[in-house]
Each structure stands twice: as C-alpha cells, then as structure tokens.
C-alpha cells in the first residue's frame, strides 16, 4: 500500500509527497488520529477513462478498490495506483493533473471528502 499526497506547490503546480500514516497504539492494535468528514462517494470508472488537466474539486482521500489509475502531473511525473492505495488530494488550485485509467479492470474507487 503507498500513501501519497498531491498538493499544489508555490509554483503553482502539482507535485506528490509520500505520507506516512502517524499510528497511535491503542489497546491492542494501532490508530491514526480521527478526521472529520463531510461524505463518500463511490466512483466507478471504465478502462480508458480519462480526466483531462485538472484540480482536486475538495480536500479528499482517493483510496482505489478495483483496477489502476495513473495520476499525471504537469511535469510528466506519474504514479499507477492500485487497489489499496491512498491519494490525498489536496491540489485545489494550479494547474492540476490528469487522471487516467489504465488495464482492463474498471477502478471503483472510495472518495472520502474532507473537512
């Protein structure tokens, strides 16, 4: 699983960070701290699905179910994300990046909109 964060920068475009959950242990097992939220959305998406140069619409978590998605930035830099993965999104303004879908598997992913 990778955890990644795509913000945009002073330069006003769209650069991924890799984030590392903080656990906290609690009883037997390990949390993170609590989020507030204001949805989920489930998204289902075809092969070939393309989303041209764009923001994040909100701050939110990308966590992909089904399939693979390629997140594009401005720069060229890509990333695949695959089931279990996580995207924080937090590129609101700025040029953006693209979102593909790639393979033959339709990607159902879980939004989770952030405060």
Known sequence: MQMVRIYTGTDGRSHFEVIEPHFKS??????????????????????????DMHPAPRRQYVITLQGQAEIILGDGTARIFVPGDVLLAEDLTGEGHITRVVGDLIRVSAQIHLQ
């Open 26 to 51: 609690l009883e037997d097992a390990q949390r993170t701290a609590v989020q507030q939220g204001t949805g989920v959305q489930f998204v289902y998406q075809p092969p070939g699905f393309l989303i």
